[in-house]
């Protein structure tokens, strides 16, 4: 058996993993073969299902809706004989707020190895195996949340290289992609004339009513959104930003993919329709909105997402790490916490 870490000073003597040990042994344990399981008395679509609401990797319920789609998308997968597909919808840029931002760090690969295990997990009853795409909304929050473009792509080149360097580590039967809301159209005048008819539709069935925001919603568009001057100075500003939010929904072009069946759509946080998963076993936080660290635990380590506020109040200390090709800033020391 392998013995990893440094020693401890104690009654007793004891090992643990460092910080960079235990990143590498869950990413090697990650690309091990998928072993197939026995769906015992349950059908083919019956036992995939169980598997992609399965509470190892959902954090909260999920309605009738995020029920039936996820059946209609794995009989759609079944009778074709398709991977099953898993949808992420994302920012798509890392929130202003934080020291990383522009740039990813712990966080979005310590959500892409629990997701990649949620996939490994459905595809041991599965043959074709599960498609694991991340849907960046980059476009949408550049309007949204008034972020420079210069800024998602940033972030999209980020992930694209953090994808390549990921496939070394992934197992036959799982496959991952990365696309951009902002591909879907031709440039972002055709974006911004759809976004606009939508919102002028939803505004005619609300006979000119903006959206009504609850103090949560209030709070999460405070976080997000970074004023451009005088924005605050209207009282409704949150309430417009929120109109924008609904009507993306509703476009036509993003719309239509947003709604293409094929897809079993998640997020670490509860939306109707969507799988609540986390971002990593023992975290809500949205990873692109958080930064990734280490919860220390008595024989390891907890991969965890602290959203700004847990930041804020977190113990904790810097652990240096060296893993190769893993090497721009964000990854070369890493948040361990007490």
Same mark, same amino acid.
């Given at each position: 058996?392998?013995?990893?870490?440094?020693?401890?000073?104690?009654?007793?003597?004891?090992?643990?993993?460092?910080?960079?040990?235990?990143?590498?042994?869950?990413?090697?344990?990650?690309?091990?073969?998928?072993?197939?399981?026995?769906?015992?008395?349950?059908?083919?679509?019956?036992?995939?299902?169980?598997?992609?609401?399965?509470?190892?990797?959902?954090?909260?319920?999920?309605?009738?809706?995020?029920?039936?789609?996820?059946?209609?998308?794995?009989?759609?997968?079944?009778?074709?004989?398709?991977?099953?597909?898993?949808?992420?919808?994302?920012?798509?840029?890392?929130?202003?707020?934080?020291?990383?931002?522009?740039?990813?760090?712990?966080?979005?690969?310590?959500?892409?190895?629990?997701?990649?295990?949620?996939?490994?997990?459905?595809?041991?009853?599965?043959?074709?195996?599960?498609?694991?795409?991340?849907?960046?909304?980059?476009?949408?929050?550049?309007?949204?949340?008034?972020?420079?473009?210069?800024?998602?792509?940033?972030?999209?080149?980020?992930?694209?290289?953090?994808? =390549? &360097?990921? /496939?070394?580590?992934?197992?036959?039967?799982?496959? @991952?992609?990365? +696309?951009?809301?902002?591909?879907? $159209?031709? %440039?972002?005048?055709?974006?911004?004339?759809?976004?606009?008819?939508?919102?002028?539709?939803?505004?005619?069935?609300?006979?000119?009513?903006?959206?009504?925001?609850?103090?949560?919603?209030?709070?999460?568009?405070?976080?997000?959104?970074?004023?451009?001057?005088?924005?605050?100075?209207?009282? =409704? &500003?949150? /309430?417009?930003?929120?109109?924008?939010?609904?009507? @993306?929904?509703? +476009?036509?072009?993003?719309?239509? $993919?947003? %709604?293409?069946?094929?897809?079993?759509?998640?997020?670490?946080?509860?939306?109707?329709?969507?799988?609540?998963?986390?971002?990593?076993?023992?975290?809500?936080?949205?990873?692109?909105?958080?930064?990734?660290?280490?919860?220390?635990?008595?024989?390891?380590?907890?991969?965890?997402?602290?959203?700004?506020?847990?930041?804020?109040?977190?113990?904790?200390?810097?652990?240096?790490?060296?893993?190769?090709?893993?090497?721009?800033?964000?990854?070369?020391?890493?948040?361990?916490?007490?």
């Amino acid at each position: 058996m392998a013995i990893y870490g440094r020693l401890m000073s104690a009654s007793h003597l004891q090992f643990i993993m460092t910080a960079q040990e235990y990143i590498t042994h869950k990413l090697n344990k990650m690309a091990e073969p998928v072993e197939q399981a026995n769906t015992g008395k349950m059908s083919l679509d019956e036992a995939i299902l169980a598997r992609v609401h399965s509470k190892k990797f959902r954090k909260l319920r999920v309605d009738q809706s995020a029920i039936d789609i996820a059946k209609k998308s794995i009989a759609m997968s079944i009778k074709n004989g398709e991977p099953i597909h898993l949808r992420l919808d994302f920012g798509g840029n890392k929130l202003w707020r934080l020291d990383e931002a522009p740039h990813i760090d712990w966080g979005e690969l310590f959500s892409l190895m629990y997701y990649i295990n949620w996939a490994k997990y459905i595809a041991a009853v599965y043959e074709p195996g599960v498609l694991v795409s991340y849907f960046s909304m980059d476009v949408v929050v550049e309007r949204l949340n008034n972020v420079p473009h210069e800024q998602t792509d940033n972030y999209s080149e980020d992930m694209s290289a953090l994808f =390549q &360097w990921m /496939e070394q580590f992934i197992p036959k039967g799982v496959r @991952i992609e990365y +696309t951009r809301y902002r591909d879907l $159209y031709k %440039d972002r005048a055709e974006y911004n004339a759809e976004l606009e008819a939508s919102k002028a539709e939803i505004l005619r069935k609300s006979k000119g009513k903006l959206p009504e925001l609850d103090d949560k919603q209030k709070a999460a568009t405070e976080l997000n959104v970074k004023l451009l001057p005088n924005q605050e100075s209207d009282p =409704q &500003w949150r /309430e417009k930003v929120e109109l924008e939010h609904e009507s @993306i929904f509703s +476009t036509k072009t993003g719309g239509a $993919y947003l %709604d293409d069946p094929k897809w079993i759509p998640h997020c670490p946080t509860w939306y109707g329709g969507y799988i609540a998963t986390g971002s990593t076993k023992r975290s809500l936080a949205k990873f692109w909105a958080g930064v990734g660290a280490l919860e220390e635990k008595k024989d390891g380590f907890n991969e965890i997402i602290l959203s700004p506020k847990q930041l804020d109040n977190a113990d904790y200390r810097w652990e240096e790490v060296g893993i190769k090709e893993l090497d721009s800033n964000h990854f070369r020391k890493i948040r361990v916490v007490k």
